[in-house]
């Protein structure tokens, strides 16, 4: 089984530049996450998708972060205009989703990271 | 809200003895509780979770958790360990009503040949 597949898997912009990141989750998995996680931290949850419907995108800058689901498979995070602040790994995460949604295990992928200069 | 503390940044064990990788939480509530481990330029992988029924968990590579409700804490164990499970593991919660998993800062396993 295929899984969670990110790209590019690493992105260098000069800050003020936009930047965009692709996710493909796994085959069947309803719930798609989008993660940041700094240097020495744990990831922290960014946006929430249910299918195609983001059901919680609280911790989403909304001024410079923009997220989309068509369709309810791939995903796109974007960043317009990047700050140095947020050179970060950004993770994509998927799960089934469904009434048992919260036992549920995510399967992450490899990551994004990005560096703002 | 609900919160995981991994008390130690870094574990330091020699090839074949016991590894324990601590952890402790904080929610309302029963919690869902999950190990996951993470290699160099590499996305983080399940190891395994605690949902309900017995405290004692088996996972993957050998690994197991003890839940601990009223110590509140989910420690990560492997009797045996090897050279291989080296790398940074992580300890998150959730609540039995919230979708949000809550992740420790992460404690970094050296294991010496």
């Known amino acids: 089984e295929a899984g969670v597949v990110q790209s590019p898997r690493y992105k260098i912009i000069e800050k003020k530049q936009p930047v965009a990141f692709w996710c493909n989750p796994i085959s069947g998995h309803n719930t798609l996450y989008w993660y940041r996680q700094n240097l020495g931290q744990g990831p922290e949850l960014l946006i929430r998708?249910?299918?195609?419907?983001?059901?919680?995108d609280s911790q989403l800058p909304k001024d410079r972060f923009s997220a989309e689901r068509l369709k309810g498979v791939d995903s796109t995070l974007k960043i317009q205009p990047a700050e140095l602040g947020d050179s970060a790994v950004y993770l994509c995460?998927?799960?089934?989703?469904?009434?048992?949604?919260?036992?549920?295990?995510?399967?992450f992928g490899p990551g994004t990271r990005l560096t703002v200069l | 809200a609900q919160s995981v503390a991994q008390p130690e940044d870094q574990v330091n064990v020699a090839e074949g003895n016991p590894l324990t990788v601590k952890c402790t939480y904080s929610v309302s509530g029963n919690p869902y509780l999950f190990w996951y481990v993470q290699y160099p330029n590499r996305g983080l992988q399940f190891l395994l979770k605690y949902i309900t029924g017995d405290n004692l968990v088996k996972g993957s590579y050998g690994f197991e958790a003890e839940f601990n409700k009223s110590q509140t804490s989910f420690h990560l164990k492997k009797p045996s360990a090897l050279v291989s499970d080296s790398a940074l593991y992580f300890c998150?919660?959730?609540?039995?009503?919230?979708?949000?998993?809550?992740f420790g800062a992460g404690t970094t396993v050296t294991v010496r040949a």
């Open positions: 998708y249910e299918n195609e419907e983001a059901v919680d």
């Open positions: 998150a919660v959730r609540g039995r009503n919230d979708y949000k998993l809550s």
């Open positions: 995460a998927s799960s089934l989703g469904g009434v048992w949604f919260v036992a549920d295990e995510q399967f």
